[in-house]
Protein backbone atom coordinates (compact mmCIF):
# COMPACT_ATOMS: atom_id res chain seq x y z
CA UNK A 1 0.00 0.00 0.00
CA UNK A 2 3.13 1.91 0.09
CA UNK A 3 1.99 4.92 2.59
CA UNK A 4 -1.01 5.60 0.45
CA UNK A 5 -4.63 3.68 0.16
CA UNK A 6 -6.67 3.60 -2.91
CA UNK A 7 -9.82 4.24 -2.34
CA UNK A 8 -12.94 3.22 -4.43
CA UNK A 9 -15.98 5.34 -3.82
CA UNK A 10 -19.08 3.01 -4.96
CA UNK A 11 -22.85 4.98 -4.97
CA UNK A 12 -22.47 8.46 -6.20
CA UNK A 13 -25.94 10.17 -5.86
CA UNK A 14 -26.29 12.54 -2.95
CA UNK A 15 -23.77 11.76 0.01
CA UNK A 16 -21.29 9.24 -2.54
CA UNK A 17 -20.61 12.65 -4.63
CA UNK A 18 -19.97 14.76 -1.24
CA UNK A 19 -17.50 11.64 -0.19
CA UNK A 20 -16.03 11.98 -3.78
CA UNK A 21 -15.79 16.36 -3.25
CA UNK A 22 -14.15 16.04 -0.11
CA UNK A 23 -11.28 13.11 -0.85
CA UNK A 24 -8.58 16.02 -1.49
CA UNK A 25 -8.58 16.76 1.92
CA UNK A 26 -8.14 13.81 2.81
CA UNK A 27 -4.20 12.95 3.39
CA UNK A 28 -2.66 9.75 2.56
CA UNK A 29 -5.69 8.35 0.23
CA UNK A 30 -6.18 8.53 -3.71
CA UNK A 31 -9.56 8.32 -4.93
CA UNK A 32 -8.23 5.81 -8.14
CA UNK A 33 -12.12 4.67 -9.00
CA UNK A 34 -15.94 5.32 -8.88
CA UNK A 35 -18.77 4.09 -9.31
CA UNK A 36 -22.65 3.84 -10.16
CA UNK A 37 -25.39 2.10 -11.80
CA UNK A 38 -26.33 5.38 -13.62
CA UNK A 39 -22.96 5.88 -15.72
CA UNK A 40 -24.21 9.74 -15.96
CA UNK A 41 -24.03 10.11 -12.11
CA UNK A 42 -19.93 9.91 -12.54
CA UNK A 43 -19.67 12.43 -15.63
CA UNK A 44 -18.18 15.10 -13.46
CA UNK A 45 -15.10 12.94 -12.18
CA UNK A 46 -12.26 13.63 -13.91
CA UNK A 47 -9.08 11.50 -13.55
CA UNK A 48 -10.43 8.29 -11.89
CA UNK A 49 -11.63 4.72 -13.21
CA UNK A 50 -15.13 4.72 -13.69
CA UNK A 51 -17.20 1.71 -13.33
CA UNK A 52 -21.20 0.55 -13.06
CA UNK A 53 -21.03 -2.53 -11.32
CA UNK A 54 -19.35 -2.44 -7.83
CA UNK A 55 -18.86 -6.25 -8.93
CA UNK A 56 -15.94 -4.99 -11.56
CA UNK A 57 -14.35 -2.38 -9.08
CA UNK A 58 -14.09 -4.62 -6.70
CA UNK A 59 -11.80 -7.02 -8.69
CA UNK A 60 -10.13 -4.41 -10.70
CA UNK A 61 -7.25 -4.46 -9.16
CA UNK A 62 -7.24 -0.33 -8.55
CA UNK A 63 -8.43 -0.04 -4.99
CA UNK A 64 -6.95 -1.45 -1.03
CA UNK A 65 -10.59 -0.15 0.13
CA UNK A 66 -13.84 0.92 -0.57
CA UNK A 67 -16.45 3.43 0.67
CA UNK A 68 -20.24 2.45 0.08
CA UNK A 69 -22.72 4.86 -0.37
CA UNK A 70 -25.60 3.22 -2.25
CA UNK A 71 -28.79 2.79 -0.82
CA UNK A 72 -29.48 0.96 2.47
CA UNK A 73 -29.94 -2.79 1.38
CA UNK A 74 -27.07 -2.97 -1.04
CA UNK A 75 -24.08 -1.88 2.16
CA UNK A 76 -24.91 -5.35 2.70
CA UNK A 77 -24.06 -7.15 -0.24
CA UNK A 78 -21.31 -4.98 -1.43
CA UNK A 79 -20.01 -4.94 1.72
CA UNK A 80 -19.81 -8.55 2.05
CA UNK A 81 -18.28 -8.44 -1.35
CA UNK A 82 -15.61 -6.14 -1.03
CA UNK A 83 -14.65 -7.72 2.70
CA UNK A 84 -14.40 -11.18 0.72
CA UNK A 85 -12.17 -9.85 -1.89
CA UNK A 86 -9.74 -8.57 0.63
CA UNK A 87 -10.95 -4.89 0.50
CA UNK A 88 -11.19 -2.93 3.98
CA UNK A 89 -14.46 -1.44 4.18
CA UNK A 90 -16.12 1.64 5.27
CA UNK A 91 -20.20 1.52 5.29
CA UNK A 92 -22.70 4.61 4.99
CA UNK A 93 -25.06 4.12 7.78
CA UNK A 94 -27.19 2.03 8.45
CA UNK A 95 -24.26 -0.60 7.96
CA UNK A 96 -27.67 -2.86 7.15
CA UNK A 97 -31.08 -2.76 6.93
CA UNK A 98 -32.28 -5.30 9.21
CA UNK A 99 -30.04 -7.18 12.50
CA UNK A 100 -29.89 -10.84 10.12
CA UNK A 101 -28.18 -8.77 7.26
CA UNK A 102 -26.14 -6.92 9.90
CA UNK A 103 -24.73 -10.77 11.06
CA UNK A 104 -23.78 -11.45 7.60
CA UNK A 105 -22.35 -7.96 7.20
CA UNK A 106 -20.05 -8.94 10.27
CA UNK A 107 -19.77 -12.41 9.71
CA UNK A 108 -17.98 -11.36 6.52
CA UNK A 109 -15.29 -9.22 8.86
CA UNK A 110 -14.94 -12.14 11.47
CA UNK A 111 -13.63 -14.29 8.22
CA UNK A 112 -11.41 -11.33 7.04
CA UNK A 113 -10.21 -10.06 10.45
CA UNK A 114 -7.27 -7.95 9.15
CA UNK A 115 -9.10 -6.04 7.46
CA UNK A 116 -10.65 -2.88 8.77
CA UNK A 117 -14.24 -2.30 8.79
CA UNK A 118 -15.78 1.03 9.90
CA UNK A 119 -19.00 2.55 9.31
CA UNK A 120 -20.24 6.64 8.87
CA UNK A 121 -21.44 7.72 12.00
CA UNK A 122 -20.08 10.68 11.25
CA UNK A 123 -21.79 12.42 14.55
CA UNK A 124 -19.55 10.46 16.89
CA UNK A 125 -16.82 13.44 16.29
CA UNK A 126 -19.68 15.58 17.32
CA UNK A 127 -17.37 17.17 20.46
CA UNK A 128 -21.62 18.04 22.22
CA UNK A 129 -21.56 14.15 21.77
CA UNK A 130 -17.97 13.16 23.10
CA UNK A 131 -18.56 14.77 25.95
CA UNK A 132 -21.59 13.32 27.07
CA UNK A 133 -20.38 10.02 26.52
CA UNK A 134 -17.58 10.99 28.69
CA UNK A 135 -19.70 12.55 31.45
CA UNK A 136 -22.09 9.30 31.35
CA UNK A 137 -19.84 6.76 30.65
CA UNK A 138 -17.06 7.73 32.78
CA UNK A 139 -19.34 7.42 35.93
CA UNK A 140 -19.68 11.59 36.76
CA UNK A 141 -23.71 11.11 35.91
CA UNK A 142 -23.71 7.92 38.24
CA UNK A 143 -26.17 5.04 37.36
CA UNK A 144 -28.60 5.59 34.61
CA UNK A 145 -32.26 6.22 35.54
CA UNK A 146 -34.20 7.68 33.04
CA UNK A 147 -33.09 8.83 28.99
CA UNK A 148 -35.42 11.08 26.63
CA UNK A 149 -34.63 11.89 23.57
CA UNK A 150 -36.57 14.05 21.35
CA UNK A 151 -34.97 14.45 17.89
CA UNK A 152 -37.84 15.98 15.31
CA UNK A 153 -35.17 17.97 13.77
CA UNK A 154 -34.78 15.74 10.85
CA UNK A 155 -37.79 17.77 8.97
CA UNK A 156 -38.23 16.44 4.95
CA UNK A 157 -40.30 17.67 2.29
CA UNK A 158 -42.61 15.71 -0.43
CA UNK A 159 -39.75 16.01 -2.73
CA UNK A 160 -37.17 14.80 -0.51
CA UNK A 161 -39.00 11.52 -0.48
CA UNK A 162 -39.81 11.74 -4.12
CA UNK A 163 -36.10 11.77 -5.23
CA UNK A 164 -35.34 8.74 -5.08
CA UNK A 165 -37.27 5.97 -5.95
CA UNK A 166 -35.88 3.52 -3.76
CA UNK A 167 -36.73 6.16 -0.74
CA UNK A 168 -39.36 5.09 2.04
CA UNK A 169 -40.59 1.74 0.43
CA UNK A 170 -40.15 -1.39 2.15
CA UNK A 171 -38.43 -3.23 -0.62
CA UNK A 172 -36.45 0.05 -1.78
CA UNK A 173 -35.33 1.33 1.62
CA UNK A 174 -37.02 -0.98 4.05
CA UNK A 175 -37.87 1.45 6.72
CA UNK A 176 -38.32 5.76 6.94
CA UNK A 177 -36.86 7.87 9.47
CA UNK A 178 -35.59 4.96 11.26
CA UNK A 179 -33.20 3.42 8.98
CA UNK A 180 -32.42 6.88 7.24
CA UNK A 181 -31.89 9.72 9.21
CA UNK A 182 -32.52 8.10 12.92
CA UNK A 183 -28.95 5.49 12.63
CA UNK A 184 -27.01 8.75 13.44
CA UNK A 185 -29.14 9.22 16.60
CA UNK A 186 -29.87 5.67 17.32
CA UNK A 187 -26.45 5.13 17.54
CA UNK A 188 -25.69 7.98 19.42
CA UNK A 189 -28.27 7.02 22.04
CA UNK A 190 -26.46 3.26 23.04
CA UNK A 191 -23.31 4.54 22.67
CA UNK A 192 -23.82 7.05 25.51
CA UNK A 193 -26.26 4.74 27.77
CA UNK A 194 -26.27 1.52 26.32
CA UNK A 195 -28.73 -0.72 24.07
CA UNK A 196 -32.21 -1.50 26.08
CA UNK A 197 -33.53 -4.76 27.03
CA UNK A 198 -37.07 -3.61 26.01
CA UNK A 199 -38.43 -1.69 23.25
CA UNK A 200 -42.08 -0.29 23.03
CA UNK A 201 -43.03 1.36 19.93
CA UNK A 202 -45.48 3.20 17.99
CA UNK A 203 -45.19 4.19 14.60
CA UNK A 204 -47.11 6.21 12.19
CA UNK A 205 -46.37 5.06 8.43
CA UNK A 206 -47.31 7.67 6.10
CA UNK A 207 -48.56 10.22 8.63
CA UNK A 208 -47.22 13.33 6.67
CA UNK A 209 -45.55 12.33 3.66
CA UNK A 210 -47.18 9.97 0.49
CA UNK A 211 -44.71 7.10 1.85
CA UNK A 212 -45.59 3.82 3.40
CA UNK A 213 -42.65 3.65 5.82
CA UNK A 214 -42.62 5.67 9.27
CA UNK A 215 -42.43 9.56 9.45
CA UNK A 216 -43.45 9.45 13.43
CA UNK A 217 -42.28 7.25 16.22
CA UNK A 218 -42.92 7.31 19.58
CA UNK A 219 -40.83 4.02 22.06
CA UNK A 220 -40.70 3.54 25.46
CA UNK A 221 -37.20 1.75 26.83
CA UNK A 222 -36.23 -0.04 29.06
CA UNK A 223 -32.50 -1.34 30.52
CA UNK A 224 -31.32 -4.03 31.96
CA UNK A 225 -30.71 -1.84 35.66
CA UNK A 226 -34.31 -1.07 35.18
CA UNK A 227 -33.99 2.58 33.98
CA UNK A 228 -36.15 3.69 31.21
CA UNK A 229 -36.08 5.59 28.37
CA UNK A 230 -38.20 7.58 25.52
CA UNK A 231 -37.21 8.20 22.00
CA UNK A 232 -39.34 10.42 19.87
CA UNK A 233 -38.74 11.12 16.15
CA UNK A 234 -40.72 12.19 13.40
CA UNK A 235 -39.89 13.85 9.55
CA UNK A 236 -43.08 15.68 9.56
CA UNK A 237 -42.45 18.64 12.10
CA UNK A 238 -40.97 22.00 12.21
CA UNK A 239 -39.35 23.70 13.55
CA UNK A 240 -38.18 20.06 15.58
CA UNK A 241 -36.87 19.68 18.43
CA UNK A 242 -33.02 18.13 19.82
CA UNK A 243 -33.10 17.91 22.86
CA UNK A 244 -31.67 14.95 24.75
CA UNK A 245 -32.15 14.45 28.65
CA UNK A 246 -30.15 11.93 30.62
CA UNK A 247 -30.91 11.67 34.43
CA UNK A 248 -28.63 9.37 36.80
CA UNK A 249 -28.02 9.17 40.59
CA UNK A 250 -25.79 12.31 40.30
CA UNK A 251 -28.21 14.81 38.93
CA UNK A 252 -29.57 15.91 35.30
CA UNK A 253 -27.85 16.01 32.03
CA UNK A 254 -29.30 18.24 29.20
CA UNK A 255 -28.13 18.82 25.63
CA UNK A 256 -30.25 20.65 23.33
CA UNK A 257 -29.68 24.00 21.32
CA UNK A 258 -26.07 22.99 20.84
CA UNK A 259 -25.51 23.54 25.24
CA UNK A 260 -24.79 21.21 27.59
CA UNK A 261 -26.42 21.75 31.09
CA UNK A 262 -25.06 19.29 33.76
CA UNK A 263 -27.08 19.82 36.64
CA UNK A 264 -25.00 17.73 39.00
CA UNK A 265 -26.41 16.77 43.01
CA UNK A 266 -23.72 16.81 45.53
CA UNK A 267 -24.51 13.53 46.84
CA UNK A 268 -26.12 10.34 45.27
CA UNK A 269 -29.72 10.93 45.12
CA UNK A 270 -30.93 7.09 46.46
CA UNK A 271 -28.39 7.86 49.61
CA UNK A 272 -30.06 11.61 49.83
CA UNK A 273 -33.39 9.92 49.21
CA UNK A 274 -33.13 7.39 52.05
CA UNK A 275 -31.37 9.29 54.89
CA UNK A 276 -32.66 12.77 55.18
CA UNK A 277 -35.57 13.06 57.69
CA UNK A 278 -37.02 16.07 55.54
CA UNK A 279 -40.68 15.11 53.94
CA UNK A 280 -40.07 17.98 50.92
CA UNK A 281 -36.16 18.46 50.64
CA UNK A 282 -34.60 19.70 48.14
CA UNK A 283 -31.35 17.90 46.62
CA UNK A 284 -28.23 20.66 47.04
CA UNK A 285 -27.14 20.61 43.42
CA UNK A 286 -24.51 22.70 41.26
CA UNK A 287 -25.16 24.03 37.97
CA UNK A 288 -22.73 23.14 35.10
CA UNK A 289 -22.82 24.43 31.54
CA UNK A 290 -20.46 22.18 30.11
CA UNK A 291 -18.00 23.63 27.58
CA UNK A 292 -18.42 22.18 24.39
CA UNK A 293 -17.88 23.92 21.10
CA UNK A 294 -17.97 23.44 16.92
CA UNK A 295 -19.35 20.70 14.99
CA UNK A 296 -16.39 18.02 15.05
CA UNK A 297 -14.87 17.11 11.64
CA UNK A 298 -18.11 14.92 10.75
CA UNK A 299 -17.93 12.88 7.04
CA UNK A 300 -14.11 13.77 6.65
CA UNK A 301 -13.15 12.91 10.27
CA UNK A 302 -14.47 9.60 9.87
CA UNK A 303 -12.76 8.59 6.28
CA UNK A 304 -9.58 10.59 7.16
CA UNK A 305 -9.77 7.90 10.45
CA UNK A 306 -10.30 5.03 8.32
CA UNK A 307 -7.08 5.76 6.41
CA UNK A 308 -5.44 6.07 9.55
CA UNK A 309 -6.27 2.94 10.43
CA UNK A 310 -5.21 0.99 7.85
CA UNK A 311 -2.07 2.68 7.45
CA UNK A 312 -0.86 3.13 10.85
CA UNK A 313 -3.54 1.02 12.81
CA UNK A 314 -5.49 3.95 14.72
CA UNK A 315 -8.31 2.81 16.57
CA UNK A 316 -11.46 3.01 14.85
CA UNK A 317 -13.99 6.07 15.64
CA UNK A 318 -17.01 4.19 14.59
CA UNK A 319 -16.11 0.13 14.31
CA UNK A 320 -18.99 -1.09 11.80
CA UNK A 321 -19.51 -3.99 14.15
CA UNK A 322 -21.29 -1.43 16.94
CA UNK A 323 -23.46 -0.17 14.09
CA UNK A 324 -25.87 -3.69 14.56
CA UNK A 325 -27.11 -1.86 17.60
CA UNK A 326 -28.97 0.80 16.23
CA UNK A 327 -30.22 -1.43 13.50
CA UNK A 328 -31.74 -3.23 16.19
CA UNK A 329 -32.97 -0.57 17.61
CA UNK A 330 -34.80 0.13 14.75
CA UNK A 331 -36.25 -3.09 13.96
CA UNK A 332 -37.37 -3.23 17.56
CA UNK A 333 -39.20 -0.42 17.33
CA UNK A 334 -40.94 -1.21 14.14
CA UNK A 335 -41.82 -4.81 15.49
CA UNK A 336 -43.31 -3.16 18.51
CA UNK A 337 -45.67 -0.99 16.04
CA UNK A 338 -46.74 -4.11 14.28
CA UNK A 339 -47.34 -6.34 16.76
CA UNK A 340 -48.82 -4.39 19.27
CA UNK A 341 -46.27 -5.40 21.79
CA UNK A 342 -43.17 -4.62 23.71
CA UNK A 343 -40.34 -6.34 22.43
CA UNK A 344 -37.62 -7.91 24.14
CA UNK A 345 -34.16 -7.63 23.14
CA UNK A 346 -32.03 -9.18 21.60
CA UNK A 347 -34.52 -9.29 18.92
CA UNK A 348 -34.74 -12.05 16.91
CA UNK A 349 -33.56 -11.78 13.47
CA UNK A 350 -35.03 -14.04 12.00
CA UNK A 351 -38.23 -13.00 13.12
CA UNK A 352 -37.97 -9.47 12.02
CA UNK A 353 -36.78 -10.44 8.29
CA UNK A 354 -39.61 -12.50 7.51
CA UNK A 355 -42.01 -9.89 9.07
CA UNK A 356 -39.96 -7.02 7.00
CA UNK A 357 -40.55 -9.52 3.52
CA UNK A 358 -44.48 -10.45 4.28
CA UNK A 359 -44.84 -6.04 3.97
CA UNK A 360 -42.57 -6.26 0.90
CA UNK A 361 -44.99 -8.81 -0.76
CA UNK A 362 -47.85 -7.55 0.46
CA UNK A 363 -47.47 -4.01 -0.49
CA UNK A 364 -49.53 -2.11 -2.70
CA UNK A 365 -47.90 1.04 -2.54
CA UNK A 366 -46.98 2.40 -5.68
CA UNK A 367 -44.53 5.58 -5.52
CA UNK A 368 -44.29 8.39 -8.74
CA UNK A 369 -41.78 8.09 -10.64
CA UNK A 370 -38.56 10.07 -9.15
CA UNK A 371 -38.02 13.60 -9.02
CA UNK A 372 -34.84 15.62 -8.72
CA UNK A 373 -34.94 17.79 -6.05
CA UNK A 374 -32.89 20.41 -5.02
CA UNK A 375 -30.34 18.81 -2.38
CA UNK A 376 -28.22 21.16 0.27
CA UNK A 377 -26.57 18.22 1.44
CA UNK A 378 -24.84 20.36 4.37
CA UNK A 379 -28.39 20.73 5.97
CA UNK A 380 -29.57 17.24 5.91
CA UNK A 381 -26.69 15.73 8.12
N1 LIG B 1 -23.73 9.85 6.90
C1 LIG B 1 -24.59 10.75 6.48
O1 LIG B 1 -24.65 11.85 7.00
C2 LIG B 1 -25.51 10.42 5.33
C3 LIG B 1 -26.25 11.43 4.71
C4 LIG B 1 -27.02 11.08 3.59
C5 LIG B 1 -27.08 9.77 3.15
N2 LIG B 1 -26.38 8.81 3.80
C6 LIG B 1 -26.45 7.40 3.38
O2 LIG B 1 -25.89 7.27 2.08
C7 LIG B 1 -26.59 6.27 1.35
C8 LIG B 1 -27.03 6.87 0.02
O3 LIG B 1 -27.92 7.93 0.26
P1 LIG B 1 -28.08 9.11 -0.81
O4 LIG B 1 -28.94 10.13 -0.16
O5 LIG B 1 -26.75 9.51 -1.34
O6 LIG B 1 -28.92 8.35 -1.95
P2 LIG B 1 -28.95 8.70 -3.51
O7 LIG B 1 -30.17 8.04 -4.04
O8 LIG B 1 -28.79 10.17 -3.71
O9 LIG B 1 -27.65 7.99 -4.08
C9 LIG B 1 -27.49 6.60 -4.19
C10 LIG B 1 -26.66 6.33 -5.46
O10 LIG B 1 -26.31 4.96 -5.47
C11 LIG B 1 -26.47 4.48 -6.81
N3 LIG B 1 -26.67 3.03 -6.70
C12 LIG B 1 -27.78 2.36 -6.31
N4 LIG B 1 -27.55 1.05 -6.23
C13 LIG B 1 -26.24 0.88 -6.60
C14 LIG B 1 -25.41 -0.27 -6.75
N5 LIG B 1 -25.85 -1.49 -6.46
N6 LIG B 1 -24.14 -0.07 -7.16
C15 LIG B 1 -23.67 1.17 -7.45
N7 LIG B 1 -24.42 2.29 -7.34
C16 LIG B 1 -25.69 2.14 -6.91
C17 LIG B 1 -27.66 5.24 -7.34
O11 LIG B 1 -27.69 5.25 -8.76
C18 LIG B 1 -27.42 6.61 -6.75
O12 LIG B 1 -26.63 7.43 -7.58
C19 LIG B 1 -27.74 5.81 2.22
O13 LIG B 1 -27.45 4.58 2.82
C20 LIG B 1 -27.88 6.89 3.27
O14 LIG B 1 -28.34 6.43 4.51
C21 LIG B 1 -25.58 9.12 4.86
Given amino acids: MAGEVRLGII???????????????????????????????MDWIDGVEKFENSRDLIRSGLVDAVLVAT?????????????????????EKPISVHKADCE??????????????????????????????????????????RTSWIITDWFRSEA?????????TWAGEGGGVLLNQCPHNLDL????????????????????????????????????????GVFVTSTGEAPGTN?????????????????????????????????????????????CEIPANGYGGQHLEIVQNFVDAILDGAELIAPAEEGIHSVEMANAMLLSSWTGRPVEMPLDGALYEAELKKRIETSSFVKAPAKEAVVDMQSSF
Fill in 189 to 228: FQWICGVPTSVDAKCAFGKYHRIEVEDEVTAYLEYANGAT
Fill in 11 to 41: GIGNMGSHHVRSMPQVRRCRLTAVCDLVPSK
Fill in 243 to 287: RLEIVGDRGKLVYESGRILFERTEVSVKEFRETTPHAFPTVPTWR
Fill in 104 to 145: RLIAAHRRNPNLKFAAMFNQRTDPHYQRIRRIVRGGELGEIQ
Fill in 71 to 91: PHYDHTTIGIDALDNGLHLLT
Fill in 160 to 168: YYASGGWRA
